[in-house]
């Protein structure tokens, strides 16, 4: 009988780290750096919780293969992610961070992780 | 133009545009939509409408000058972003226990957008009620009861790359308006009445009548 599940999550490696896929440098809370590649998009349409408009939001999304991550996020870690800050081809890569401020989100049964960036400046 | 136009922008104009130093940005109407970095930093935005008119009736109602209570809405937003030691951590010469120290030392976002948002209310208030203020920039006399009565942070947006927070003050006042009936609108400033009639290279026949209103 074929495993769906892993039949599913093998596919990933088209879907995410495909030909659409962008290089995304992480940096783990010990300083450890490990360089992946994913699906990045750059905005996503939501509800506005007071109004119930639809919006667009500049809110970059990445979505990673699990099985190909050293060490995955964990809930309130504070990682660096540096990636292209758009996605025209030769953008220069970015600074992002995930400030625990929302949590990551994920097909865990499917093997992958979507994270949240936010936005990093020098302090 | 009524007082109430006259004093949302003398409050723009007089009160908070020269008050800004460089810490915030005043808006001088309703704005539709506004973008999180667009209120990043000190480019933390103050909106100035009037949201409520209240003239209750009374005896000089019919010809006026009649007294009313007049509610200005000032919404607020401040945005920031993570701060965090980057040099370190885009430093190809850091140790990853330099990079993990600096991550470690990161300020979140939301805790910098709050502080802002609430240093913006401390600056608002303050520049609102201040003494010289007391009129609105308005001539001595004209409004009266200025009073800040409610300030409102609300929830942190949950979304976007920036930490976004909004809020805002209502400022009340009352002064008396006048109703002087509507101008209307001016008229043509002349009329035009010459008649072409071709070959006839001085108009002889044409007669010419110009009015000015």
Redesign the interface.
Known sequence: MTDLRALAESHLGITLEGDFSKEVILTDPDGDIQTVRGQVLYDRTAQNPMTGQDQVLNEPVVTLRISTLTRVPEKRERWLIQMPVSPVVGAPLGDFVLDGGRAAEGGASIGYIRLYPKKAKQL | MMLFRQVKRSITDKVLGPSEDGRYRTIGYQNQTE???SSLDNERSVQVFWSDFNAPKNASALQGPFKHNVTYNIELSAAK???????V??SMS????????A????????ELADESFDELVDIIFQVIMDARNIDLGMPKGVVASRWLSQAKK?DPV??????LLTGSMTLTCSFSEEAGGDPGVEGAASINTVVDIADDDVEKTGVEVTTTE
């Open positions: 973008d999180a970095e972003a993570t701060e965090l030691d980057l040099e951590l885009n850091a140790t990853p226990e330099d990079k993990a120290e991550l470690y030392g990161f300020q979140e976002a939301a609300d949950p979304a976007g790359e920036f930490a």
